[in-house]
């Protein structure tokens, strides 16, 4: 399991619980998640998840955003075919931009058959801290992405 953070706190945290847990598994990339998408080599990824980033919600730091058109891209490059994406974010805007940058992609197939797809959380996910603060313009969106053959 590899994560990255750009925060020093969140860094320490994180190594703090992967300590306290015993977890052997896991590193942790103080920095941008760009940045260690760009040494990862192709086809190399099992899952890719992206929870609760920040949304930079004022319309002139939108650019900012981790889920763009070449975030896309690379992410497409280092997943293995058939690999996942989850987005969860509880910010409306963030999730449709997410949507749109991902459904513009042919190399990603959206997995959602209902509502409740998007709208409640997966079996297997674990809350997260921004998660629990409720701080964005709506109830929490996960959006599932199944990376294509090509």
Request: some cysteine.
């Amino acid at each position: 399991m590899l994560g990255a953070e750009t925060f020093v706190n969140g860094v320490a945290s994180a190594l703090r619980h992967i300590e306290a847990s015993g977890l052997e598994n896991v590193r942790i990339h103080f920095g941008d998640a760009r940045d260690l998408m760009a040494i990862l080599p192709d086809k190399s990824i099992d899952r890719l998840f992206i929870l609760f980033p920040d949304p930079w919600p004022k319309s002139r730091h939108r650019r900012r955003r981790l889920v763009q058109g070449h975030f896309v891209e690379e992410a497409a490059r280092i997943l293995k075919p058939e690999a996942a994406i989850r987005f969860a974010t509880d910010w409306s805007e963030y999730a449709e931009s997410a949507l749109v940058a991902l459904l513009a992609s042919p190399s990603f197939a959206w997995t959602a058959r209902s509502a409740s797809d998007w709208r409640l959380p997966p079996v297997d996910h674990a809350p997260t801290r921004y998660e629990r603060k409720r701080l964005g313009d709506c109830g929490p969106l996960w959006l599932e992405f199944k990376r294509t053959l090509g």
